[in-house]
């Protein structure tokens, strides 16, 4: 079974990463999304519990896709779900000197590939960031969020930047 881990905070959970999650799918047997469940570097971010619920039921008629919080190193999470693939999503030049370097330690350190997938065009510019400041300064955020029942979306807590 060949499986995939995209890994993040999703703080929210935006339509970039939605699209990562939609394009990457075909590759995999099993994509299981890790929610950072670590609080130390972002304390006013809601819990893992609340972004993962959100996120479960935004796939759950999407069998091959699994939400689990993960604690320490993307790629210790990558072993334990016996992933051939961290995947990661890419909107900059900024970005992908990032990942490159991650990429690089993970499978030094671990043996794991990583995937990087070149963001949208239409979503290069969106990231969780940008969402949580917007809706902060009270800006209608729905367009950067996937379509996801209403009751969801009051997860996303304006939170000082």
Not at 101 to 108: F, G, K, T, V, Y
Not at 120 to 135: A, G
Request: aromatic share 10%.
């Amino acid at each position: 079974m060949k499986t995939g881990v995209f890994v993040g905070s999703f703080n929210p959970f935006t339509v970039g990463h939605d699209s990562i999650v939609t394009r990457t799918l075909p590759l995999f047997d099993r994509l299981v999304i890790g929610v950072v469940g670590d609080q130390v570097h972002k304390p006013d971010m809601p819990s893992a519990e609340e972004r993962m619920k959100a996120i479960r039921e935004l796939y759950e008629q999407e069998p091959k896709i699994e939400v689990k919080p993960y604690f320490g190193l993307a790629v210790d999470f990558a072993k334990k779900e016996n992933a051939h693939y961290i995947i990661k999503g890419v909107r900059s030049v900024k970005d992908f000197e990032y990942e490159r370097e991650q990429a690089d330690i993970n499978r030094q350190i671990g043996g794991i590939e990583t995937l990087l997938l070149f963001a949208e065009p239409e979503y290069s510019s969106i990231s969780s960031t940008m969402v949580r400041e917007l809706k902060h300064f009270g800006v209608d955020v729905e367009p950067f969020l996937p379509k996801r029942p209403s009751h969801i979306t009051d997860t996303i807590k304006p939170t000082a930047l």
